[in-house]
């Protein structure tokens, strides 16, 4: 199958789930609130529109894009960003934890490592300094501090 | 002191000037590299301006805007790759021209071109922005809910090659920006008992995932490519490529046309430069009687092409400035960084907050100017900038992108929402899904609420007042063209590929 088919699908299924259970739990939740005596129109209104635009324009995805079709542009090179993606996430679960200088150096090397970079000494220069230059950047001028390094 | 002179004045002061400089020779920089976007420049940018005045944020996002388009030019004219996708018009003829050794001619002839088309939408933008505004006004909460819902179909029916696929994406940004609390009655929605979502998903993790992270990752398919782009300036004849008086006159009609069409374009939301270049190269292809030369080294197609994607930047803020509409995902971001600044876009900007309007003007005019005297003086060492190999650029990006997550609102849950919504803009990139028509959508959904539910709860949950309003009903009318004729294209590139396939 297509990969916007299976987009639009997905799509579609998550509209389900939002407009049947999601939606209706924060309708509950005003009941309990209340509004007042005033006439208002309630908290639902937009979310189930806009969860309806959802499902109608996945429906017309789904109706207008042909059952199969060449699933190479989709697929190639998809194991590189799901790599990538790993990496991003597993330096987003660490950075919390044990700071974003030690995070972000063995963030830089790993990329690095992984996609093969040629040149050993840009890949030292830009895995020891840009993370301290950006720690630096914003904590020195825009006073912003990056989570602190637990280990250093 | 009168507003104007106030916003002129603060071009004085020492930090905005600086930052002017800046955000203009980075913006060259960032737009010349293929795979770097004008988009990326300004989402990385976004983070930075929380923490800075107006002015000064104001001038970094429109100095990165306005010549990064140009930048664009650089790549597409020397190595056949577009910087920015609105530059990829300019390959036609400028890069034919690069082989002939007048590369240096085709980058003098786009910044020429794109100077006339900057300045151009810029006087546009001056004479229509606060007319429009005057005229909107009058509008109530049933025309403004119109008029957003109209910005919501127009922009999921123009945007795309697709009219479902953008209306999908539209729809999505939407349901996003129905996270956090409900901004009538402060009922949490979809929040899951984290308080950080209260306030909804922020709009800088949003826009940094769904265009820089979203990017990365589509290099990463690639592997990063680690090459160093081969091409030569110093073998060129200077003489032959100096650009002459008779070239300038040569140039000068396809440019008003192109400027005329981008500026055009520029003011319905959700086209874009890069449609407005394409549609101003054949334009000038037309005009041209014998269009045998477009494709081989035409002087005309380039300058068409970079008037028109330049003419753009200016007309965008039209809608952005007079309705709070933006006209694509570059104003969509800046829209963003004005209302993180306090500032609301809108009519009544020009009567609550002069001083912005004429920075925006006065920013865009003098990023201008100085891209093109930077762009003449240092074409050379820009272009040398193509040369960085992607394996040591992106790796360096994703890191900024996600230390900007981070500082939006010093929480990780930002982080977190960047990765989530660069995937989805990979996704949505790889299954030729719009990405533009989510963010504006998700910027535009909150004053639509407001606005609908005041209309509605005037009314007392009639919808009468929206099926008589001349406002409303002439924006429906609109909306049932553009979506007819969009559909009708759909339908005959439907029936067109089957065939193509029986010959």
């Not at chain 2, 664009?72 to 020397?78: C, E, F, Q, R, T």
């Not at chain 2, 409303?472 to 067109?496: G, P």
């Amino acid at each position: 199958m297509r990969a916007d088919r299976v987009l639009a699908l997905v799509l579609l299924a998550a509209a389900a789930l939002y407009l049947g259970v999601l939606v209706p739990e924060v309708g509950r939740q005003q009941t309990a609130l209340g509004t007042g005596d005033f006439y208002t129109v309630g908290p639902t209104v937009l979310p189930v529109f806009a969860g309806g635009l959802v499902v109608i324009f996945a429906l017309a995805v789904v109706a207008t894009t042909p059952r199969t079709a060449s699933e190479l542009q989709f697929t190639e090179g998809l194991g590189g960003a799901a790599l990538f993606a790993g990496v991003v996430t597993v330096t987003a679960f660490l950075m919390p934890r044990i700071g974003f200088l030690p995070v972000s150096v063995g963030f830089l090397a790993v990329v690095f490592v992984v996609f093969r970079a040629a040149t050993w000494w840009i890949c030292a220069l830009l895995t020891l300094a840009l993370p301290v230059l950006l720690d630096q950047i914003l904590r020195k001028v825009f006073l912003i501090p990056l989570p602190g390094a637990a280990l250093f | 002191m009168d507003p104007f002179t106030q916003a002129l004045f603060a071009f004085g002061e020492p930090a905005v000037f600086i930052t002017l400089i800046c955000a203009t020779g980075i913006g060259l920089i960032i737009g010349a590299i293929p795979g770097l976007s004008v988009n990326i420049a300004v989402a990385l940018a976004v983070p930075l301006t929380i923490f800075m005045p107006t002015d000064q944020s104001l001038v970094l996002l429109i100095g990165l805007y306005g010549s990064g388009i140009f930048g664009g030019s650089v790549s597409a004219i020397l190595l056949n790759a577009p910087g920015t996708p609105a530059s990829a018009a300019t390959i036609f003829d400028g890069y034919p021209m690069a082989q002939q050794g007048l590369a240096t001619k085709a980058l003098r002839v786009s910044l020429i071109a794109s100077l006339y088309g900057a300045v151009f939408s810029v006087i546009l933008l001056v004479l229509v922005a606060p007319e429009l505004a005057n005229f909107a006004l009058r509008f109530g909460p049933v025309e403004i809910a119109s008029l957003l819902l109209f910005t919501f179909f127009v922009i999921g029916i123009l945007s795309g090659a697709s009219l479902a696929k953008g209306l999908l994406s539209a729809a999505v940004g939407m349901v996003l920006a129905t996270i956090g609390s409900d901004p009538m009655l402060g009922t949490p929605r979809f929040t899951f008992g984290q308080t950080s979502l209260m306030d909804g998903l922020s709009y800088v993790p949003l826009l940094v995932g769904l265009f820089a992270l979203a990017e990365i990752l589509d290099e990463s398919t690639r592997g990063f490519s680690q090459s160093i782009q081969k091409f030569s300036l110093d073998s060129e004849d200077r003489e032959r490529n100096r650009v002459s008086f008779r070239d300038l006159k040569f140039i000068s009609l396809p440019v008003i046309r192109a400027s005329a069409i981008g500026s055009a374009i520029g003011i319905l939301p959700g086209i874009g430069a890069t449609i407005a270049s394409f549609l101003a190269y054949g334009d000038a292809k037309r005009a041209s009687g014998d269009g045998s030369s477009f494709g081989k080294g035409d002087v005309r197609g380039v300058a068409a092409s970079e008037s028109a994607n330049n003419a753009v930047v200016g007309a965008t803020f039209i809608p952005t400035l007079a309705l709070g509409i933006p006209g694509d995902a570059v104003t969509a971001i800046l829209l963003g960084a004005l209302v993180l600044q306090g500032v609301t876009p809108g009519p009544l900007i020009f009567i609550s907050n002069p001083q912005v309007v004429y920075t925006i003007y006065l920013s865009l005019l003098f990023a201008t100017l100085l891209m093109a005297v930077i762009g003449y003086f240092a074409i050379r060492p820009l272009a040398m900038t193509l040369r960085i190999p992607k394996i040591y650029l992106m790796p360096s990006v994703a890191l900024i992108c996600i230390a900007g997550a981070y500082v939006a609102r010093n929480n990780m849950i930002d982080v977190w929402i960047m990765l989530g919504a660069g995937v989805l803009g990979f996704v949505f990139n790889r299954t030729n899904v719009p990405v533009a028509p989510l963010l504006i959508t998700f910027i535009i959904t909150k004053p639509f609420e407001e606005a609908l539910r005041q209309a509605l709860t005037r009314s007392e949950g009639s919808f009468m007042p929206f099926l008589t309003n001349p406002v409303s009903l002439t924006l429906t009318a609109l909306v049932a063209v553009a979506f007819a004729l969009t559909l009708r294209r759909d339908l005959k590139r439907r029936h067109a590929v089957p065939n193509q396939k029986e010959e």
